[in-house]
Every structure is written in structure tokens, then in C-alpha cells.
């Protein structure tokens, strides 16, 4: 994305902020992995939203209707003996050349300058608890005005959660995101194609993590958007199962659940698939209920649907689908209403996806659930696991299925971006058979 749309951005949270108030956001800290060695530097999403600026010890502020500028962004100075140890700063000048700032400040000054900014302001739009520490100099730069009071400085007299505010912009994907958000679910795919392809009975499941990652990589997904899922066997009935440390075994099956991030922006894709490249029949049977649900339940995103009705179509069919293969005994309503269906599908059927791959945004609004619209962006993932093989015939036992796309909803329906990884078991056969021989 550009400088102009962090600046639409950053001009939508003002229109919902309003006057005589002030936001301000601390970007992420750095943090230790061990010892002197630091996890890779993300920017804080919210962060990132408004601004592009991807260094730490950063602040934004925003300040609507300011004639001095409405956006001032708090930074490190350029320091040529430190940038030859830990690379470029942008500095106070390309704070404002580079990422659109009004002004800028060097950050060792927010302590002397914050203050005089707030002062006079109604409301402060902030996030507490995200970092105790900030929340303490929020709070001390808040007394000090109070204290001054009878110097007729006013001190604000509200703290409005920013995260609100951000959160429902952030639900509504731009056509720049959307850009970012597909390009990032075609690289996945292709990194699932390439686990498909490398896979054989006796690999081990961190080998086939790094054919993923290194797919990322090489297209510019410089880290996963979270922890690659490779469980063969029973591992593929741990939901999030990232040790990724056993041995793949013939007659097995391979959950992947792996996503690569874009310019911060996420993936989330799942396949199943036969280690050896071939189906079981068993396999092969509740795959199908699972692909089913799928397809039932990504048929049910598009405007004016609520949020839970794909999790309702996907319900339905895999406990029809269990009461079948006789994984499930009673009447199909009743084991609905009593979800009896839990002991082999335990989880919801997906979640917003965006910057985070569990993304921002309400799922009900004033009690109901949320209507789908444009713009939004959500998986759709339905799974089954037998973890239990107590009174379950033997061609069950520990198979886990997991299919997952992410799915845009758009004005006239919903468009799949993760639709190039393979899902239907003739692709996937077709495509291992190919690659095996």
C-alpha cells in the first residue's frame, strides 16, 4: 500500500473520533528471544494501519482538526554509529518524506511534548492493558495536567478505547488489501501444491514445513503469518499441533494448516492429504463429509447472510455425514440441538481474517450476529477428528480432516482467494501420483 491509503486511513478513524480529542498509539516493542538476540521486529497492526511505519520506539498521534497537523509521528533520530550496527532509521525527516507524517519528533521528546498536546482536549482515544508501561505515562501525563489546573491548563477528561474505533475500520478490507490479501493466499497455495509434491512416506513433518516456508520466502513472505500445523496421523487431531517433529508413516494422512503474511498481511489455508498419496476408502469417505461442509458452508457467504450460517450449513452437514457412516447414532435434529457432533468437531467454522490471522472485529452487534458485507474477509474451515477410538471401528481410528479457505465476501457473493490449493481427492491424487513418479 501507498502513502495515500494509510492517510485515508488515518483519516477515517478521525471522522469517527471527532472534535477536541487526541489518539495516541505506541507501536510494538521489541522482544527477547534469548539472551541478546531479539525475536524479528512486526509492527503493531493498528499501527501499521494508520501509518506504514515499521520501526520500534514509535508513537503515533493523531489530532483532528489541528492547523499545525493532524498527524505527528514520534521517532528514533538518524544515528549513523547505531545504523551501521542495526540498519536504517528513517529519522524526523523521512518520518514526513516517506510515511506522510505533518510533523515528527524524535521520541526521547514525547515526554516534554505529549503533555502540551493533550492539553486542552475532551478525550483521549488510546488502548489500555495493551502495554502497562505506556498506560503509566498515559496516566502520569494526565495528572500532571490536572495538578496544573489552576494554572487553567485542562486536562482531559475521558479515555475512549482506540482499538473500537480500529477495529471496525479494519473489518472492511480496501481494494489495496484485498490486493495484498490475495497475492498472499496465491503464494500459499503454491506452498501447499509444493507439500503436496515433496511429501512421501518417511519424510519428516519439519521437511515439509521448510519446503513451506521456503515457498514464502522466495515470493517475498519473509515469515509465515503464524506457526505451520504439519501433524501426520494422530498429530492432525491436535488443532494446534506445531512441534512438526514426527516421522510420516504410510496409510496416513498429513494436516497442513500454514499461511504466509504479505507486506502484514495474512494467509490461513488448510489441506488434508494421504501421505502416500492415496486414500483410504475410510479416508477417503469422511474427507468428502468435510468437503461437503465446506462447500455448504462457503455457500452461505454473501451480503445479508449473519455471521454464524456458514458454522450452521457445516453443522449440519458433517453430523448428517457422521449419522452415516455411523460415527453417529439418533435423529439428525436431536443430535444437532444436543451437539452431539462435538466429540468429532469441536471448534467454530472460522474467523476474520486480515492483518492477524484471528483478525479484529466484532461477530455480534447489539446481541445478533453480525451480517456479512463487503469488503469483509473471513476462513471457512470445518474439520473432523477422531481423537477417541473407544467404540469407533478400527478404519477411523485418529484420522484428522481439516479443509480451509479464505473467503472474500463481495456485493454479489464471495469470491475464494485461496482457491488454487487442490481439494478435491482427484486433484490431490493426481497431482502426488504425478510428482511421485
Not at 189 to 212: C, D, N, P
Not at 362 to 390: F, H, N, Q, S
Request: charged share 25%; hydrophobic share 40%; aromatic share 8%.
Amino acid at each position: 500500500m501507498n502513502k495515500k491509503q494509510f492517510a485515508k486511513h488515518r483519516q477515517q478513524l478521525m471522522a469517527m473520533m471527532g472534535p477536541d480529542s487526541i489518539a495516541v498509539l505506541p507501536n510494538a516493542t521489541v522482544a527477547i528471544r534469548n539472551r541478546d538476540i531479539d525475536f524479528p521486529y512486526r509492527s503493531d497492526s493498528n499501527f501499521y494501519y494508520l501509518s506504514g511505519f515499521e520501526e520500534p520506539e514509535s508513537v503515533i498521534v493523531i489530532i483532528p482538526g489541528r492547523p499545525q497537523g493532524q498527524y505527528l509521528l514520534f521517532c528514533r533520530e538518524r544515528n549513523l554509529e547505531k545504523e551501521i550496527w542495526d540498519g536504517y532509521r528513517a529519522g524526523q525527516e523521512g518520518a514526513v518524506d516517506l510515511y506522510g507524517a505533518d510533523d515528527s519528533y524524535p521520541i526521547s521528546d514525547l515526554d516534554d511534548i505529549l503533555p502540551g498536546l493533550m492539553e486542552g482536549k475532551e478525550q483521549v482515544f488510546y488502548t489500555m492493558g495493551n502495554l502497562p508501561s505506556f498506560d503509566q505515562r498515559i496516566v502520569g501525563w494526565m495528572n500532571h495536567l490536572r495538578k496544573a489546573s489552576r494554572q487553567g491548563k485542562h486536562s482531559p477528561t475521558e479515555i475512549i478505547e482506540l482499538e473500537h474505533c480500529l477495529n471496525e475500520l479494519r473489518l472492511f478490507k480496501s481494494s489495496a488489501e484485498i490486493k495484498a490479501m490475495r497475492t498472499a493466499a496465491e503464494i500459499s497455495a503454491q506452498a501447499h501444491i509444493r507439500a503436496m509434491q515433496f511429501t512421501q512416506v518417511g519424510q519428516w513433518e519439519y521437511q515439509v514445513e521448510a519446503e513451506i516456508i521456503h515457498e514464502f520466502m522466495k515470493n517475498d513472505c519473509r515469515s509465515p503469518a503464524y506457526p505451520s500445523i504439519v501433524g501426520g496421523g494422530e498429530n492432525g487431531c491436535i488443532l494446534h499441533y506445531v512441534e512438526n517433529n514426527h516421522r510420516l508413516k504410510n496409510n496416513d494422512l498429513l494436516l497442513i494448516d500454514a499461511g504466509a503474511e504479505y507486506k502484514n498481511y495474512a494467509a490461513d489455508i488448510t489441506r488434508t492429504f494421504p501421505v502416500n498419496g492415496k486414500f483410504t476408502p475410510a479416508q477417503k469417505a469422511l474427507y468428502n463429509v468435510v468437503l461437503d461442509a465446506q462447500k455448504a458452508a462457503i455457500a452461505e457467504v454473501k451480503p445479508g447472510n449473519h455471521w454464524n450460517q456458514p458454522h450452521e450449513a457445516a453443522v449440519r452437514v458433517l453430523t448428517e455425514g457422521l449419522l452415516n457412516l455411523g460415527l453417529l447414532k439418533g435423529e439428525l435434529e436431536s443430535l444437532i440441538e444436543d451437539e452431539h457432533y462435538r466429540d468429532f468437531y469441536m471448534h467454530r467454522t472460522g474467523h476474520w481474517l486480515g492483518m492477524d490471522v484471528h483478525d479484529v472485529g466484532d461477530y455480534k452487534v447489539g446481541g445478533e450476529w453480525r451480517v456479512l458485507e463487503p469488503g469483509m474477509v473471513l476462513t471457512v474451515e470445518p474439520g473432523l477428528y477422531i481423537r477417541d477410538p473407544a467404540n469407533i471401528a478400527k478404519k477411523w481410528h485418529f484420522i484428522g480432516i481439516r479443509i480451509e479457505d479464505d473467503v472474500l465476501v463481495t456485493k454479489t457473493g464471495h469470491d475464494v482467494l485461496s482457491k488454487a490449493a487442490p481439494k478435491e481427492v482427484a486433484e490431490i491424487e493426481a497431482l502426488m501420483a504425478a510428482s511421485q513418479h
